[in-house]
């Protein structure tokens, strides 16, 4: 299992570090060609849009791997260690189980998207290569909350996230 998350934490990493550099390569030079050229890429918006989304789930399937997720701390760690367990738990249940679920509806609407043939405004690009990003970065997070489950379950303390 650690080799598995070390895996999972090395392409986390690298696509978050991929499209935010991208994200901030296309938007500078967009400004750039805007302020010097007076052109604007109409690409610039879709793509960014696009790696954004990508990069947000990726870093929200870091913070479940870090323990960075938002948490009522104040509440649960008045409760004794038991109950904590168990809260943990449920909440990394319910992760799992939303996220498969968004997944679902994500790959649902980047199907729709193929079969009608949508494109973007600007790009004229298929619109599932963008939609895609969804469901991706939702599986991610549901491999983070399973394993937290997996982990919780065994009682297991991770290590440090690679």
């Not at 392409?11 to 390569?25: H, N, Q």
């Not at 947000?56 to 008045?78: P, W």
Request: with cysteine; glycine share 8%.
């Amino acid at each position: 299992m650690k080799a598995f998350d070390r895996g999972i934490a090395k392409i986390e990493k690298i696509v978050c570090i991929i499209s935010l550099t991208l994200m901030i390569a296309i938007t500078f030079v967009n400004v750039a060609s805007r302020f010097i050229f007076h052109l604007s890429f109409s690409f610039a918006e879709e793509i960014t849009t696009g790696l954004f989304v990508l990069t947000s789930l990726m870093g929200s399937a870091i913070g479940v791997r870090k323990h960075m997720h938002l948490g009522l701390n104040v509440v649960t760690d008045a409760l004794p260690a038991p109950v904590q367990h168990v809260l943990t738990l449920l909440a990394n249940i319910i992760g799992f189980v939303f996220c498969v679920y968004m997944a679902y509806l994500g790959f649902g609407m980047t199907w729709q998207e193929y079969i009608t043939g949508q494109i973007t405004a600007a790009m004229q690009a298929p619109e599932w290569i963008f939609g895609i990003m969804l469901p991706i970065g939702f599986i991610f997070i549901a491999i983070r909350f399973g394993m937290e489950v997996i982990w919780n379950l065994k009682h297991e303390e991770v290590g440090e996230y690679e």
